[in-house]
T-cell receptor, first 110, second 114 residues
Framework: TQLLEQSPQFLSIQEGENLTVYCNSS?????LQWYRQEPGEGPVLLVT?????EVKKLKRLTFQFGDARKDSSLHITAAQPGDTGLYLC??????????FGTGTSLTVIP | IAGITQAPTSQILAAGRRMTLRCTQD?????MYWYRQDLGLGLRLIHY???????GKGEVPDGYSVSRANTDDFPLTLASAVPSQTSVYFC?????????????FGQGTRLTVV
């Protein structure tokens, strides 16, 4: 059973459009991370959020942790081809393991 | 800067054979992890180790074993490979085993069991 479900699974948009990726769970997490993965590489951390309701911005990317710490969203403004990749959320629990979501594959068309 | 090194990069393995995937890190991280990545399922945790000498089971541990004899190495063994273990395997490490620390990943091992 996957603890974290992401939606959509695939997303193809034109350069300049905005998009939102969702990460949902029925479990409460002590922290929520977002990673980005390029083909043939391992995931690389983008951000960590630890407080319910927390919002973090990283240039054109905005990350939010749900108030109940069960869900998160990633919003990209004015997407660029360089944003293409697989986006993964990961929840941390009190047992100190990271559980990853199902992933969202984003393609930004020039 | 090496970070995390996985070997082999890829492998084709006959069903029933034993296989050990190697993982070495040079960052002196306490915690290490093994994940498998399958399309539509993201990364699933197989086993983890919060510190040398200790290991724990993740989401999908069956058919896999690990050991953590020292800080740097965390090998993953498939005792008798089956086709459902065809996947891309990633090793990762973090400074501590706390849930808000960054995990650093290797390049992955692509394993095909035939």
């Amino acid at each position: 059973t996957q603890l974290l479900e992401q939606s959509p699974q695939f997303l193809s948009i034109q350069e300049g459009e905005n998009l939102t990726v969702y990460c949902n769970s029925s479990s409460v997490f002590s922290s929520l991370q977002w990673y980005r993965q390029e083909p043939g590489e391992g995931p690389v951390l983008l951000v960590t959020v630890v407080t319910g309701g927390e919002v973090k911005k990283l240039k054109r990317l905005t990350f939010q942790f749900g108030d109940a710490r069960k869900d998160s969203s990633l919003h990209i403004t004015a997407a660029q081809p360089g944003d293409t990749g697989l986006y993964l959320c990961a929840g941390g629990n009190t047992g100190n393991q990271f559980y990853f979501g199902t992933g969202t594959s984003l393609t930004v068309i020039p | 800067i090496a970070g995390i090194t996985q070997a082999p990069t890829s492998q084709i393995l006959a069903a029933g054979r034993r296989m050990t995937l190697r993982c070495t890190q040079d960052m002196r991280h306490n915690a290490m992890y093994w994940y498998r990545q399958d399309l539509g399922l993201g990364l699933r945790l197989i086993h983890y180790s919060n510190t040398a000498g200790t290991t724990g089971k993740g989401e999908v541990p069956d058919g896999y074993s690990v050991s953590r004899a020292n800080t740097d190495d965390f090998p993953l063994t498939l005792a008798s490979a089956v086709p459902s273990q065809t996947s891309v395997y990633f090793c990762a490490s973090s400074v501590t085993g706390t849930a808000n620390t960054e995990a650093f990943f290797g390049q992955g091992t692509r394993l095909t069991v035939v």
